[in-house]
């Protein structure tokens, strides 16, 4: 017998509250509670534990466990965390039915509570209530997503159209490398060993406005950008900008989210990626979440 999933949605517009939405088949309503969040109460504990996965060092379980814990602690403050616990063994233990658990955060607000690595999230052992971590217990799926006003249309082929893919990267002489070979490549194998299905358009190495211009003219399906993100601080505010590179001077030209997006009017491709370079900092990731959040806007 399939089962059916029930939706567990939790909405963090701004630094102060949680909201959740819960609904299960045929859209019946749930309830609504609401909870604090707590991400400046948490913020100095996680921030070291951050470090170590920037640097690729998280390898202690229980270092890895407090994290995600930290995390659930963030959204879920005693209210809310007994509410999911009772959806959980409701939905899960008494009707055998599959969760599912959707976050949407403000990207443009706070992009570096977008940017946290929500998949640790993990149910604090104190609590007594089980051990769920929602990257991998069985029965629920953890996801991410962002509110549209208009829906991003599905990959649709004409009969005997090939799925065009576009590389993109950015690589300003005067930042670090950007690594991209190992993308290229497995791009270049796939359009190779799918001749038929699949188009690789020429790849830009030295991306600036004409250029990207150029590419979104072939209407490609999936737009995949690599390249170097930074938080700039402007005003009250920290600023996610992309580095193009400067076609006059060969050197980086940073713009901001606004600018990126701008160029998506001319076409939309239905899946957009955009990948902070190898050996990126979490500044970078952050940066790159608000101008994907001005990207989708534009749908």
């Given at each position: 017998?399939?089962k059916?999933?029930y939706t567990y949605r939790?909405i963090?517009?701004n630094?102060e509250?949680?909201?959740?939405?819960?609904?299960?088949t045929?859209?019946?309503?749930?309830?609504?509670p609401?909870g604090?969040?707590?991400?400046?109460?948490?913020?100095?504990?996680?921030?070291p534990l951050?470090?170590l996965?920037?640097?690729?060092?998280l390898?202690d379980?229980?270092?890895?466990?407090?994290?995600?814990?930290?995390l659930?602690?963030?959204?879920?403050?005693?209210?809310?965390?007994?509410?999911?616990?009772?959806?959980y063994h409701?939905?899960?233990?008494?009707?055998?039915?599959?969760?599912?658990?959707?976050?949407?955060?403000?990207?443009?607000?706070?992009p570096?509570?977008?940017?946290l690595?929500w998949?640790?999230l993990?149910?604090?052992a104190?609590a007594n209530?089980?051990?769920?971590?929602?990257?991998?217990?069985?029965?629920?799926a953890?996801?991410r997503r962002?509110?549209?006003?208009?829906?991003?249309?599905?990959?649709?082929?004409d009969?005997?159209?090939?799925?065009?893919i576009?590389?993109v990267?950015?690589?300003?002489?005067?930042l670090?490398?950007?690594a991209?070979?190992?993308?290229?490549?497995?791009?270049?194998?796939?359009?190779k060993?799918?001749k038929?299905?699949?188009?690789?358009l020429?790849?830009?190495?030295?991306?600036?406005?004409?250029?990207?211009d150029?590419?979104?003219?072939?209407?490609?399906?999936?737009?995949h950008f690599?390249?170097?993100?930074?938080?700039?601080?402007?005003?009250?505010?920290?600023?996610?900008?992309?580095?193009?590179?400067?076609?006059?001077?060969d050197e980086?030209?940073?713009v901001?989210?606004?600018?990126?997006?701008?160029?998506?009017n001319?076409?939309r491709?239905?899946?957009?990626?955009?990948?902070?370079c190898?050996g990126?900092?979490?500044s970078?990731?952050?940066?790159?979440?608000?101008v994907a959040?001005?990207?989708?806007?534009?749908?």
């Amino acid at each position: 017998m399939a089962k059916n999933y029930y939706t567990y949605r939790l909405i963090v517009a701004n630094y102060e509250r949680v909201q959740v939405k819960k609904w299960g088949t045929q859209e019946q309503d749930w309830g609504e509670p609401s909870g604090r969040l707590r991400y400046q109460d948490k913020l100095e504990e996680i921030t070291p534990l951050l470090q170590l996965a920037r640097e690729n060092s998280l390898n202690d379980s229980s270092k890895t466990r407090a994290l995600g814990e930290a995390l659930f602690d963030i959204l879920f403050d005693d209210v809310l965390r007994q509410d999911f616990v009772n959806f959980y063994h409701q939905i899960v233990h008494k009707e055998k039915q599959l969760i599912r658990v959707e976050l949407e955060i403000d990207e443009r607000v706070m992009p570096e509570v977008a940017a946290l690595p929500w998949e640790f999230l993990r149910l604090p052992a104190r609590a007594n209530l089980g051990k769920i971590w929602m990257g991998t217990v069985p029965d629920l799926a953890f996801s991410r997503r962002r509110s549209q006003g208009i829906p991003a249309q599905p990959i649709q082929l004409d009969k005997n159209e090939k799925l065009r893919i576009a590389l993109v990267v950015s690589a300003p002489p005067d930042l670090g490398d950007v690594a991209y070979k190992e993308v290229q490549e497995a791009l270049e194998k796939l359009a190779k060993e799918q001749k038929n299905r699949v188009e690789l358009l020429p790849i830009i190495s030295s991306a600036d406005r004409e250029t990207i211009d150029t590419i979104l003219s072939k209407k490609p399906h999936i737009f995949h950008f690599i390249g170097h993100g930074s938080l700039v601080k402007e005003g009250n505010q920290e600023v996610g900008k992309i580095a193009l590179v400067d076609p006059e001077f060969d050197e980086a030209m940073w713009v901001d989210a606004d600018y990126f997006s701008e160029m998506f009017n001319q076409h939309r491709p239905s899946v957009v990626m955009l990948q902070a370079c190898e050996g990126g900092t979490l500044s970078a990731s952050q940066a790159f979440v608000g101008v994907a959040s001005s990207i989708v806007e534009q749908n």
